[in-house]
């Protein structure tokens, strides 16, 4: 386990009127997911908003405020400053602004370092992970140095937690989209989310739903407020939306940026118009239009409200088209890109994701593997209607923690499964015939363990093992499971292993 520094993250990015709030947002799913396997996360930031910075305070995380941007050299300062008090495992650098010269300066003072980089601009990178999650990365030629690993394309795309517990979501596609989402950016300083507004006005359609974001920087908002209230079709404005993840749910096409929000709603499934706002969106949105996952209507300043409005208008009324755009952003994004980097960053070699009912088949076959059923305490196959019914109850069971464990090649590799009762747990897992006896068992253990005892009152854990089963024994202890006695499950003797919390007993 890793010391309190090295379990520390820092996440150094700012936010503003002109510069919007994108970089923050991303780095707080890196936050989110690095926080998920036990660490501590902190902000330094020089951010604008306060809307913003309760919003990252709400996350369970740090924030510490930065009075100045590089290349003021006051940011550079006060950034080393912090890095020798906390002396963190990583830090995160997502800017456009953080020059060659400031990442040596943070490898130098002997800290870990992920630069997040959307376009290559710099000549030379210095960093331990270089992070780049739009479909054009590989297009690119980074100068790095020589141990910089490169997490390039939208497998890394980094999606908050808020958007986890809609995996899986199956959208419906109407005849009518009556339902139209409005996302512009945090802080929108151009103001397009008035020429949307504009476009609203030229709609015909009867029985038409907005619901208007308005971004924690975003100057403009009493303006837009006023403008809103003379719409003809049903409008409701949201100042620094904290259920954009509910609000994607609820659309049946947005109106966005070509920013980060891009990944959100392919992961959501939602079809979208997509403006380009700054020189970064540019590719991702001449992208994702050739993909046919956005509607691309290009730079936002050579397009008029009525032509907004005849586009989304086409799109209310094409069902086929939306449905196809749908499954395409699915496919692109599955919402584990943060799992991905983190499980990078801390040189693992598996993660665990939640069990979704897509698992079911996989689940029942691990199950039903003759090996697995030698040493479980019932030895009889499980029918399918019956594995089904037991599965829906594990997933509707808020003190059930049921993982997957994936290792480095995204490769299922078994399941891990803690029954939580008060301050103890039950653990048990099983793995894949074909990847036993590579270590994935005690290091899945280890991380299933940390996370039930930081998400839930558990203090011990048991796991109850048949006495002949060396080969489980054997993995327990490696997870550091200690021998504490017998006991009779289902009749049978079993070995009552036992891990405790640390600091506990």
Not at 117 to 134: F, I, K, M, R, T
Not at 139 to 163: G, H, K, N, V
Not at 491 to 496: E, R, S, T
Request: aromatic residues 6%; charged residues 20%.
């Amino acid at each position: 386990m890793a010391t309190s520094s090295e379990n520390t993250l820092v996440l150094r990015a700012d936010a503003g009127s002109q510069i919007g709030t994108g970089h923050v947002m991303r780095c707080l799913a890196l936050a989110q997911a690095w926080q998920a396997d036990g660490g501590r996360a902190i902000f330094v930031s020089n951010c604008e908003s306060q809307g913003l910075c309760r919003r990252v305070k709400d996350a369970g995380i740090d924030f510490v405020h930065v009075s100045s941007s590089h290349p003021d050299p006051e940011d550079l300062r006060q950034t080393l400053i912090k890095l020798r008090k906390l002396q963190p495992g990583w830090l995160v650098l997502d800017g456009y602004h953080f020059d060659p010269e400031y990442q040596r300066a943070v490898r130098a003072a002997g800290c870990s370092l992920l630069v997040i980089d959307d376009s290559g601009h710099w000549p030379e990178y210095h960093a331990n992970v270089l992070l780049n999650q739009n479909m054009n990365a590989v297009q690119l030629r980074y100068t790095c140095d020589p141990d910089t690993a490169m997490l390039l394309d939208t497998r890394y795309a980094l999606i908050r937690s808020e958007f986890h517990v809609w995996q899986g979501y199956q959208r419906k596609t109407p005849e009518i989209a009556r339902r139209i989402l409005v996302s512009l950016g945090g802080s929108d300083p151009a103001n397009l989310t008035l020429k949307v507004i504009q476009a609203l006005h030229q709609l015909r359609e009867t029985g038409l739903e907005a619901r208007i974001v308005i971004g924690p920087a975003n100057s403009h908002s009493e303006t837009l407020l006023q403008l809103a209230q003379g719409l003809s079709l049903n409008v409701q404005c949201i100042r620094n939306a904290t259920n954009m993840a509910e609000l994607m749910a609820w659309a049946d096409i947005a109106v966005s940026s070509a920013g980060s929000i891009c990944w959100e709603l392919a992961y959501m499934g939602l079809p979208s118009v997509a403006f380009i706002l700054a020189e970064n969106q540019r590719r991702i949105g001449e992208e994702l239009g050739k993909r046919g996952i956005v509607l691309n209507l290009g730079w936002h300043e050579q397009v008029t409200p009525a032509e907004i409005a005849q586009v989304v208008n086409k799109m209310v009324f094409s069902p086929k088209a939306r449905a196809e755009m749908s499954d395409r952003g699915r496919d692109l994004v599955d919402g584990e890109g943060a799992d991905r980097v983190v499980m990078r960053m801390r040189g693992q070699n598996i993660r665990l994701r939640r069990v979704k009912e897509a698992d079911a088949r996989l689940l029942w076959e691990w199950a039903n593997d003759p090996d697995v059923r030698a040493v479980s305490f019932s030895a009889e196959a499980i029918p399918w209607e019956a594995h089904l019914r037991w599965l829906a109850s594990q997933l509707a069971d808020s003190n059930c923690f049921f993982y997957i464990a994936i290792n480095e090649d995204d490769a299922p590799v078994g399941q891990i499964r803690c029954d939580v009762s008060g301050s103890e747990a039950v653990i048990s897992i099983s793995l894949d015939t074909r990847f036993r006896g590579k270590g994935y068992g005690a290091a899945a253990i280890e991380l299933a363990a940390q996370r039930v005892y930081q998400v839930s009152a558990a203090k011990l854990i048991h796991a109850y093992v048949k006495p002949d089963n060396q080969a489980s024994i054997n993995v327990f202890q490696k997870a550091g499971f200690r021998k504490m006695g017998t006991a009779l499950m289902r009749g049978q003797p079993a070995i009552d292993m036992v891990l405790r919390e640390a600091g506990e007993g």
